[in-house]
């Protein structure tokens, strides 16, 4: 059974930092595209910034120049360092990972982490 557990979220002041991790877990064969999202109060899921196998990344427009994704393959764990935080970075933070289980497995399954809250505020 696969287990994707995200770690990190908290409470800080604009302008402050924090770190995500978001580790995979159970017998798998690869992954592919890793990637944090986020949902304010409200507001339908987004994308926050993705890294495929190869480390080549996307964010979101509001994110650019702040946020840097990055993985340990070796570890299965994909982070999200979060600097400069804004009051409308607030959200329930949640981690993706496309998974496969077999060599031969052609399109990857998609696996979502529980969610970490992030809250910016003053």
């Known amino acids: 059974q696969v287990q994707l557990v995200e770690s990190g979220g908290g409470l800080v002041q604009p302008g402050g930092s924090l770190k995500l991790s978001c580790a995979v877990s159970?017998?798998?064969?690869?992954?592919?595209?890793m990637g944090w999202y986020r949902q304010a109060p409200g507001k339908e899921r987004e994308l926050v910034a993705t890294?495929?196998?190869?480390?080549?990344?996307n964010y979101a427009d509001s994110v650019k120049g702040r946020f840097t994704i990055s993985r340990d393959s070796a570890k299965n764990t994909v982070y999200l360092q979060m600097n400069s935080l804004k009051v409308e970075d607030t959200a329930v933070y949640y981690c993706?990972?496309?998974?496969?289980?077999?060599?031969?497995?052609?399109?990857?399954?998609?696996?979502w982490g529980q969610g970490t809250q992030v809250t910016v505020s003053s």
């Open positions: 890294i495929t196998s190869d480390r080549s990344t």
């Open positions: 159970g017998s798998i064969f690869s992954i592919t595209t």
């Open positions: 993706n990972s496309q998974i496969r289980f077999r060599s031969w497995q052609g399109l990857p399954d998609n696996y």
